[in-house]
Structures are given as structure tokens and as C-alpha cells.
T-cell receptor, first 116, second 112 residues
Framework: DADVTQTPRNRITKTGKRIMLECSQT?????MYWYRQDPGLGLRLIYY???????NKGEISDGYSVSRQAQAKFSLSLESAIPNQTALYFC???????????????FGPGTRLLVL | LAKTTQPISMDSYEGQEVNITCSHN???????ITWYQQFPSQGPRFIIQ???TKVTNEVASLFIPADRKSSTLSLPRVSLSDTAVYYC?????????????FGAGTRLAVHP
């Protein structure tokens, strides 16, 4: 979805380095998410945020931290990168509705991270 | 949370109709069935969602029997561009966090 952008798209880093992945959205959604995807597997939730003051851990938050700088921006940091954090990382946003269709998540293009 | 089971992979040919079945035996009253599509090196994209009977949009149809323990995503007259991974999810309709659980999905390969 072009309304959800991620930077960088590709990143190579070394073990022990701190890196930040950024996500921006122009959809006006309150909810934002970070997922990682490993080859041949589904997506696993790292962190999610319902608004600027609300941050929640997902299934696999160890080794990661996040920052919700504004409604439109949600950053993921790897404090000290390790090789098993090599994966494809996706940011998503959602538009929760109180009736009718349940929320749909809109995903960014992903960041491919390689930790050497 | 209801777990879903779907085939790991499927093969089809251009112009054929493809049906992907998903099992969700433990689906709860407030759960909705949702399908996402993911192309290589892209994020998943919402395709269709339903609660019961049949739902149709410009991309696909979703068939849900009365007991809701399974569902079938139907893609009419597939083309090569429909080659992707298709995820079946059960999403709780609530005021809180609607957790999405993505399994391995079904890898659909469409051949010329």
C-alpha cells in the first residue's frame, strides 16, 4: 500500500550495531504494527500501538524497541543486532470500525534486513 | 484464538477457477474470516472478509457453510499474476486489539 512507507527498503548491518527501521503512513490510522517474516513462514507480531501514548509488546518483542513519534510515524529499533534477526520486516496500520467489517490492516512494502 | 489450517501449496493453470479451503474448527461467535494475499517481497494485502454464507467482491468470493468451521476462497479464472501466498485468518470482532495470526499460508502457483 503506497500510503504506508518504510525506510530503508534494504539494510545490511553487523552484529552488535544499533539500527532503526522507520514507518510512515498517510492513511490517518491510529493503529500501527511491526511484524517480522522469516523465509517460508507467516508473519509474527513484534510490537503494536493504538495511539501515540499506547505501546504494546507482541509475540516476539525481545531484542526490539519501538517509538511512536506521531500518529503517522512508528519506528522499530534493534538495540544490538544479531544474525537471527535477519528477516523481512513489515509495518502495518489499521482502521478499526465499531460496526460492520472488522479492521483491515494495510502493510508497507517491507524492509529486508541482513545482520552479518 | 481460533487456529486455521490450510494447504501448504496448490498449483493451477491460467483461466481455471481456484478454490482454497481453510479449516477453523474452534471459531468463536464473534470471529470473522479474513483472507490476505502476499506477493513476493511485498506486504500482505486484504482480499476479502466474511461472517457466514457467501461474500463476493471484484477479486474473489468467500464461501462459509452454516457451521462456520471451514471456509473456501474462490479465485475465478486465475492468471499468472495471481501467483502468491494466500493467508486465511480468523479475526475477533471486539473493541480491543484484533490480533491477526498469520500462519504459513497457501502458496499458489499459476502456470501458463
Amino acid at each position: 500500500d503506497a500510503d504506508v512507507t518504510q525506510t530503508p527498503r534494504n539494510r545490511i548491518t553487523k552484529t552488535g550495531k544499533r539500527i532503526m527501521l522507520e514507518c510512515s503512513q498517510t492513511k490517518g490510522h491510529d493503529r500501527m504494527y511491526w511484524y517480522r517474516q522469516d523465509p517460508g513462514l507467516g508473519l509474527r507480531l513484534i510490537y503494536y500501538s493504538f495511539d501515540v501514548k499506547d505501546i504494546n509488546k507482541g509475540e516476539i518483542s525481545d531484542g526490539y524497541s519501538v517509538s511512536r513519534q506521531a500518529q503517522a510515524k512508528f519506528s522499530l529499533s534493534l538495540e544490538s543486532a544479531i544474525p537471527n534477526q535477519t528477516a523481512l520486516y513489515f509495518c502495518a496500520t489499521s482502521d478499526y470500525r465499531t460496526s460492520g467489517v472488522v479492521e483491515t490492516q494495510y502493510f508497507g512494502p517491507g524492509t529486508r534486513l541482513l545482520v552479518l | 484464538l481460533a487456529k486455521t489450517t490450510q494447504p501448504i501449496s496448490m498449483d493451477s493453470y491460467e483461466g481455471q477457477e481456484v478454490n482454497i479451503t481453510c479449516s477453523h474448527n474452534n471459531i468463536a461467535t464473534n470471529d470473522y474470516i479474513t483472507w490476505y494475499q502476499q506477493f513476493p517481497s511485498q506486504g500482505p494485502r486484504f482480499i476479502i472478509q466474511g461472517y457466514k454464507t457467501k461474500v463476493t467482491n471484484e477479486v474473489a468470493s468467500l464461501f462459509i457453510p452454516a457451521d462456520r468451521k471451514s471456509s473456501t476462497l474462490s479465485l475465478p479464472r486465475v492468471s499468472l499474476s495471481d501467483t502468491a501466498v494466500y493467508y486465511c485468518l480468523v479475526v475477533l470482532f471486539s473493541g480491543g486489539y484484533n490480533k491477526l495470526i498469520f500462519g504459513a499460508g497457501t502458496r499458489l502457483a499459476v502456470h501458463p
